[in-house]
C-alpha cells in the first residue's frame, strides 16, 4: 500500500502529453468532489480509483498520492490567479485605480468558475505535507504582494488610503473568495450582481 504523503516538494506530471493530462485532471475533479463530501482523511485512494473507474494500479500512474492530488488542487487555483497578476496588459497599466480594479474584476470571475476548489483548498490545505504547504504559502504570499504592489503605488500617487499595505492586500485577496466561501447565503444575487457589489465595495477600502 503506498502511502498518502508525497515527500518531494515539487510534484511534477510525469507524462506532459495530452492523454495524460486530460485523465489526470479527471482524477482530481472526482477526488474534489469525494474530499467535499467526505472529507480529505476519510477518503481512500480506493474511493477515488471506484469513482474515476480507473483500476487502483493504473491510478497511481497518474497521481502518487493524495497529497499530490490536494496540491494539484491548489495549483489549479493558484497558477491561473498569478497568470492574470503577472499579465504584462494589467501589470502595464499606469493608473493604479483601473490596475488594482481590473485585478479584482478577473480574480472574482475567477473564483465563481472555481468556487468547490477554493472552498477545498482553504478546508483542507492544513492536510498537505509540510513541503507542499509550504509552496502554497508561497504562492498565496506572492499573490498578495503583487496586490500590495499595486496598492503602495495608489497611495505614492494620493488616490488610495489605508493605514497597513500588507493587511490591505491580504482582505482583497480574502474578498476574492467570499462567493466560495459564502456561496450559501448569496442565492439571491446573480452573478453580474454580486460581482459588482464585490467590486464596489474592495475599491471602496482604499479609495481616498
Not at 499595505?165 to 444575487?189: C, D, E, Q
Amino acid at each position: 500500500m503506498r502511502k498518502n504523503t508525497t515527500s518531494d516538494p515539487e510534484v511534477k506530471p510525469r507524462r506532459n502529453n495530452d492523454l495524460f493530462q486530460k485523465r489526470q485532471t479527471q482524477i482530481i475533479k472526482k477526488a474534489t468532489k469525494l474530499f467535499m463530501e467526505k472529507g480529505y482523511s476519510q477518503t481512500s485512494m480506493r474511493e477515488i480509483s471506484k469513482a474515476t473507474g480507473i483500476d487502483i494500479r493504473n491510478l497511481y500512474y497518474f497521481i502518487k498520492s493524495k497529497d499530490e492530488i490536494l496540491f494539484l488542487v491548489c495549483q489549479m487555483i493558484h497558477t491561473p490567479m498569478m497568470k492574470i497578476v503577472n499579465n504584462p496588459s494589467i501589470m502595464g497599466i499606469d493608473d493604479p485605480v483601473e490596475q488594482l480594479h481590473t485585478v479584482i474584476h478577473q480574480l472574482i470571475d475567477f473564483g465563481f468558475d472555481y468556487g468547490q476548489e477554493i472552498l477545498l483548498m482553504y478546508r483542507e490545505s492544513k492536510s498537505l505535507s509540510k513541503p507542499l504547504r509550504k509552496i502554497i504559502f508561497q504562492q498565496e504570499s506572492l499573490l498578495v504582494s503583487r496586490i500590495e504592489s499595486i496598492l503602495k503605488k495608489g497611495k505614492e500617487r494620493k488616490v488610495f488610503q489605508y493605514d497597513d499595505s500588507s493587511f490591505t492586500a491580504n482582505f482583497i485577496v480574502y474578498g476574492f473568495s467570499i462567493h466560495p466561501l459564502r456561496h450559501w447565503n448569496m442565492k439571491k444575487y446573480s452573478k453580474q450582481k454580486l460581482m459588482a457589489l464585490l467590486e464596489k465595495e474592495l475599491m471602496r477600502t482604499v479609495m481616498v
